[in-house]
């Protein structure tokens, strides 16, 4: 790719000469410019020329069509040291600064995406203007567990006020990196003005031309400081939240930001900016978030492991088994694939159920203005429900989704087989038991893969591709495909007891349960776990994936690996009782009764501190990492860390998790080696 | 029973040159034609959004970026709204005006009130006769001589017909356009009508406000050094035809009703127009019998006729026409602010810009009553509208 370059031109108009500055890397939108060691060259060699200009009137800074600017070359993060993260943080500051010290009104004229860095040069114009083809509009620097280094925490306070800074800085990176349409943009304070994407250049060095005149002038009424303390504490909380301060990004964010509100010098603040990038972007945090960017944004999108055949074309569905798991899988194929769907079941009860919930599932988006009312229509018109196998019969894909029954799902493959052709592939949604085995009785078993979703199907972008021996290419790259076109991340692995995710956390949650005998409040050992950065602790995990489910897996894996996954009384008394979870959160999330009148505590034993469950906990899955590569369950230790990113929600702080462990010497103690080269 | 039709405003980009290094080598055809559409609009804004009754759009090559109904893309794409419908026009060079008079024509008969009409033509990206397959008839069965497919054939072919019209009167009327054309530049008449544009090249954005076609300083000298390409010891030459070039603009047509619902401030009225077929070997000569079928239906002179903005495709057509209407060589009343030779000529487009000029000149010269805007047309055609001051 070519590099990212700052290029002028002048437009002399009648009030005066108009230096026109385009960033561009002379590639097309899908590649965005972004600010590298080369950029700052040519915005320097620029600034040189425009400061040289007797007859400047005023600047208009634009982008490549669609693209304002992604903000830093993520690339050049890679194993930074502090002296030179401080480096490209004065270089940011140094430049941009002699942008705004120009005497001419300067314009930045947001055209498409701006992001971080771009964001932070259009504050260093006098004026923005911000165009409604503007996709994304965003500080995502904190995401990244960094902060905006070029200026943006001092002069965001400025011009937009403590609460909008907060939001844009803190809370939205953190809320899934929420990023700003263009019309918030403007609501925020970020630009002065909406123009119509159509002829948004023109009418920017229009008005800058107005501007120029005097006939126009922008007046902003902003008081950094109002607000102030509600800002922070809501900034505070949602760092809180999110990261249970296991990254220091947000805080310093919020430290600098207080800084620039309360009226602090703008000199002095920027060093301040300068160091905090300095101290963050040289640490673990950041390191291990650029690396797991990479994964999440490039790597997994590349599909590894998709053998290099053809798939099987789809032209009709067919998912067996309506259940709860089964109608959400035939919501996301119809919304996704929008082919015929065929929904099969034994009970009549069960597939009118699973007809209302892909119903619901599709007016829930005609409601949300995501789907036409006529195409609704329409895709529910694709859907069929039987409890024969007669109109299973032609579909290309197949999904089952019965209970986690061996002999059950065989049965299953097994009638489904006599209707279908011979090369259908079959996909079986197990989450425990062996790929290889529910095939072993087709006439044909290297049809069946398995595809492993994770719940909420609708939600969790993950899926586990699974090739049992038996598997053939063509049904592990159809997986792959339609995991693609269900929009879902694919991470390819072996067919073994409860695959990556599930495996590893089960493995996680052996020290919680270990702790939990000892006498530690379940409370106490969920925080001390997500005092790691983790979305949750192992026991508000069970709520949300049933404490059966939970249960039936571990015992899986108990059964393959008895040394390493045994269960104990607890845990097994978690599998009999009838409650959805531990805490129960109709009742203010105390336990339920049920269970913590069941408990067995050792008398003998104390409850264990946070630091002993955190690194108990994180030993058992150095090791358990160890033995998943032992066993070819993935080809890639990368695979583990995207896996864990998107399927268990692992913080990008951490990398995943093989980052962390490499970096705070487990993976050394406990394996003897790094994870990551 | 017809109303009349109302020309209200017309705003062009600068012409460009059809080559690799022009200001448009960057641009899309309907891109360009969005910002006439927009500034247009902007400039007329007591009409209410969605209120166009129709976009009709001219263009000879209706291919690529200049395809896709460009009338209805452009309504689109201008972000006039989804209710206005838009349609594609082509008569060649007369593109425009034919969308135009038939915009007029429904404004007329109280079909619409208001209608934008244009054109454009980007022959950088839409070379001359690139993209026809001509049917073989013309030429198997001697429909046409082989000349009448290449235009520059057609005006030697003028020579030949008239004698007495000379290689170095044409280049001094070319010379003339030249000159005529520097000094409305010079004077600021094109700012009733060219709005700069910005364009996207692959060294940034860069902005255009004026024609990039012209060539001030051009000497006789000059233009008697340059040979015929179209035939040995011809007289047709780059310097005394128009050029290769790119362009769009876009005028406002109401009806009185909306004049007055919308308070606009109309600058001519149609009252009439002619379009004539002639011998497609001589397809320039097409202005002479349009003018007097025009004025001949309204009983009127050239005498009546204050100004006239022909088109420029060749010199030798425009000496043809003065010749024809007894005119000097340098009559003030054709062409007085240059013309194509200088300006350049766009194909479809190019009918447009001869109402804009016609509209700045009753702008700025109150005793002028009536103007034609005139134009030869390929295979053998030509076209005269009258026009009226308001």
Redesign the interface.
């Known amino acids: 790719m070519n590099p990212t370059e700052f290029?002028?031109?002048f437009?002399d108009?009648p009030v005066g000469r108009?230096a026109?500055?385009?960033i561009?890397n002379?590639e097309d939108y899908k590649k965005p410019t972004t600010f590298s060691a080369h950029a700052f060259a040519s915005l320097s060699d620029v600034l040189d020329r425009v400061e040289n200009e007797p007859s400047l009137a005023g600047l208009l800074l634009?982008g490549?069509?669609y693209v304002f600017a992604a903000g830093a070359d993520l690339s050049m993060f890679k194993g930074l040291d502090r002296q030179g993260a401080l480096a490209g943080a004065r270089m940011g500051h140094e430049a941009f600064g002699r942008l705004q010290a120009l005497t001419v009104p300067t314009m930045a004229a947001i055209n498409g995406v701006c992001m971080g860095g771009g964001l932070e040069i259009a504050l260093h114009c006098d004026v923005r203007t911000v165009s409604t083809g503007a996709r994304a509009v965003a500080f995502p620097e904190v995401f990244l567990s960094i902060l905006p280094g070029w200026g943006g925490t001092q002069l965001a306070p400025r011009l937009v006020g403590a609460r909008n800074a907060v939001d844009t800085i803190i809370i939205n990176p953190l809320d899934n990196n929420r990023t700003m349409r263009p019309a918030d943009v403007v609501e925020r304070g970020y630009a002065d003005r909406l123009i119509?994407a159509?002829?948004f250049?023109?009418d920017s060095?229009a008005w800058l031309e107005q501007i120029i005149a005097g006939t126009e002038a922008v007046d902003r009424d902003v008081d950094p400081s109002d607000g102030l303390e509600e800002a922070l504490a809501a900034g505070r909380a949602a760092a809180d939240a999110r990261t249970n301060g296991a990254t220091p990004a947000p805080y310093r964010a919020l430290e600098l930001i207080e800084f620039a509100a309360k009226g602090g010098d703008l000199s002095e603040g920027r060093s301040q900016e300068q160091e905090a990038l300095a101290d963050l972007l040289s640490a673990r945090h950041a390191q291990s978030a650029v690396y797991a960017f990479e994964l999440v944004n490039q790597r997994v999108k590349r599909q590894v492991g998709k053998p290099d055949v053809a798939p099987r074309e789809i032209s009709r569905v067919a998912i067996i088994g309506a259940g709860l798991m089964g109608a959400q899988l035939g919501a996301l194929h119809l919304l996704r694939l929008e082919v015929p769907l065929v929904m099969k079941d034994i009970d009549q009860d069960v597939l009118d159920r699973c007809r209302a919930s892909i119903d619901d599932a599709v007016d829930q988006r005609v409601a949300r203005g995501r789907l036409d009312a006529g195409h609704a229509r329409f895709l529910k018109s694709l859907v069929t429900t039987t409890t024969t196998y007669d109109e299973v019969a032609g579909a290309d894909w197949v999904m089952e989704a019965v209970l986690e029954d061996v002999a059950i799902k065989q049965r299953v493959l097994a009638d489904a087989e006599q209707v279908l052709d011979n090369d259908a592939v079959i996909a079986t949604n197990t989450s425990s038991l062996s790929v290889g085995e529910i095939a072993a009785k087709l006439s044909h078993p290297e049809r069946v893969v398995g595809l492993h979703f994770f719940n909420p199907v609708a939600i969790l972008p993950l899926v586990e591709v699974v090739r049992a021996s038996s598997t053939s290419d063509q049904a592990v790259a159809t997986a792959f495909e339609v995991a693609k076109n269900l929009r879902k991340s694919a991470v390819a692995c072996a067919d073994a007891p409860a695959f990556i995710v599930n495996r590893l956390l089960i493995r996680f949650n052996g020290a919680a349960m270990a702790a939990l005998g000892d006498g530690t409040a379940f409370r106490d050992i969920d925080l001390a776990i997500k005092r790691l950065g983790l979305p949750m602790g192992p026991f508000e995990l069970f709520g949300l994936v049933g404490l059966k489910v939970a249960f039936h897996t571990a015992a899986s894996l108990a059964d393959a690996f008895p040394d390493r996954f045994a269960i104990d009384e607890n845990f097994a008394m978690m599998g009999e009782v009838d409650v959805p979870g531990i805490y129960d959160w109709s009742a203010g999330g105390e336990v339920y009764p049920e269970v913590s009148d069941l408990l067995t505590i050792k008398g003998s034993a104390a409850p264990w501190e946070a630091e002993r469950i955190q690194q108990v906990a994180l030993e058992a899955v150095a090791d358990e990492i160890g033995h998943l590569l032992d066993d070819g369950v993935v080809d890639d230790v990368r695979d583990i860390d995207t896996a864990m990113l998107l399927g268990a929600g692992w913080p990008f702080f951490n990398g995943g998790i093989c980052p962390y462990l490499d970096a705070t010497g487990i993976s050394q103690r406990v394996l003897g080696r790094s994870l990551l080269a | 029973m017809t109303a009349d039709a109302y020309y209200v405003d017309g705003v062009r980009a600068p012409i460009g040159r059809a080559r690799e290094t022009g200001y448009y080598a960057h641009t899309r055809a309907d891109d360009l034609s969005v910002r006439t559409i927009r500034a247009l609009m902007e400039r007329q804004s007591t009409i209410p959004d969605g209120s166009i009754d129709d976009v009709a759009w001219a263009a000879t090559a209706q291919v690529g970026d200049q395809g896709l109904t460009l009338g209805r893309s452009l309504a689109i794409l201008s972000g006039l709204g989804n209710q206005v419908p838009g349609y594609a026009i082509d008569r060649m060079c007369a593109g425009a005006l034919t969308a135009i008079v038939h915009s007029a024509n429904a404004i007329r008969v109280g079909a619409q009130d208001l209608v934008i009409a244009g054109g454009v033509e980007h022959m950088g990206h839409h070379p001359m006769a690139a993209e026809v397959d001509p049917n073989p008839r013309f030429l198997a069965d001697q429909l046409v001589d082989p000349a009448a497919l290449v235009m520059g054939n057609t005006a030697e072919n003028l020579h030949d017909r008239f004698a007495e019209i000379d290689r170095r009167r044409c280049d001094e009327f070319a010379l003339q356009s030249q000159q005529r054309t520097a000094a409305s530049a010079a004077s600021g008449y094109f700012n009733d009508h060219v709005v700069p544009v910005s364009v996207w090249t692959p060294d940034g954005w860069r902005v255009v406000d004026t024609d990039e076609h012209p060539r001030p300083g051009a000497t006789l000298t000059d233009l008697a050094d340059l040979s015929s390409p179209f035939r040995v010891a011809g007289s047709v030459t780059a310097g005394n035809a128009a050029g290769l070039n790119d362009g769009a603009g876009a005028v406002l047509l109401a009806s009185a009703d909306a004049v007055e619902r919308h308070a606009l401030r109309p600058v001519m009225r149609l009252v009439d127009y002619a379009f004539v077929g002639v011998e497609p070997e001589t397809m320039g000569y097409g202005p002479v019998p349009a003018t007097e079928k025009v004025l001949a239906r309204s009983s009127m002179s050239i005498d009546d006729v204050d100004i006239i903005e022909m088109n420029e495709a060749f010199a030798v057509q425009c000496v043809a026409f003065l010749d024809h209407f007894g005119l000097p060589l340098d009559s003030p009343k054709v062409n007085p602010y240059g013309g194509a030779i200088a300006m350049g000529h766009p194909l479809a487009f190019s009918g447009a810009r001869l109402a804009m000029q016609l509209a700045a000149h009753f702008k700025r010269q109150r005793q002028a009553q009536r103007g034609l805007t005139t134009m030869c047309i390929g295979l053998g055609m030509g076209v005269a509208v009258l026009w009226e001051r308001c």
């Open positions: 290029k002028l031109t437009a108009r108009i026109i500055v385009t561009d002379g634009t490549k069509p119509d159509a002829t250049v023109d060095l």
